[in-house]
């Protein structure tokens, strides 16, 4: 029997590349913010290339503990069982210096990329603790740890995130459920595309990244999926980071 995955943002650039790589092995449902049309092309493809997957999208943006419980009832709703496995892959950006911004902006990206995540782990986690088995994996960044200006509010949330998902692997894994964060940095997305652009056009893209290349969605969704496997039983209350060795140092010092 093939086990379920719900994938957060599963019809995002990153979100999308797991939930294909994962599609061999795991059902999905896949959650999303309001464009429709992408979640219906990302599901008809992935229904083509895996006959045996049964994959659904609910859409709904994911700011609040209700939000969470309500995507939960919805996916149980629909496969009649509750997910083995939850990866949090969404939200948005907004960045701006904070002595300049409203801080209605950063309440409201700390609700997207710390509070909703919380809140799909404990609903997700009591019928994996109960079950003797659950995948999580958190999509932080390393903004976690690299700071860059503008984004406070989001290095906030994302180090609460990674901090956050050691205390939950450390208290679950008793119980056969393991907890771990693959934080990304550059990776080849929509919502990277302003800064990949401009880092191309000044010719600074080896001086930034080590490795001398952007990241591609496969980068992450490859260790997400061996993270989600049966052969990952040991792995837990990690950090995982996949960017080229950019938050490494400065590769010409």
Known sequence: MRRLALIAGGCGGIGESIARLLSDEYDLALSYGSDHDRAASVCSAIESAQLSCRV???????????????????????????????????????????????????????????????????VAIRDMYRNRFGRIVNVSSISARFAKRGQSSYAAAKSGIEGFTHTLALEVAHRGV????????????????????????????????????????DDVGSLVKFLCSDQARYVTGAVFTVDGGRSLGDPRS
Request: hydrophobic share 45%; charged share 15%; aromatic share 8%.
């Open 56 to 122: 659904r999208a609910f859409p709904g943006y994911l700011r609040s503990y209700a939000d969470a419980a309500n995507l939960f009832k919805k996916v149980i709703e629909e496969f009649g069982c509750a997910p083995g496995i939850l990866v949090n892959s969404f939200g948005g950006i907004c960045d701006g210096l904070f002595v300049s911004s409203e801080f209605g902006s950063h309440e409201r990206l700390l609700a997207e990329h710390l509070i909703a995540p919380m809140a799909l782990c404990h």
């Open 178 to 217: 393991t907890a771990n964060v693959v934080a990304p940095g550059l990776i080849e997305t929509a919502i990277a595309t302003p800064v990949i652009e401009r880092l191309k056009q000044n010719g600074d893209l080896k001086h930034v990244i080590p490795a001398g290349a952007i990241g591609s969605p």
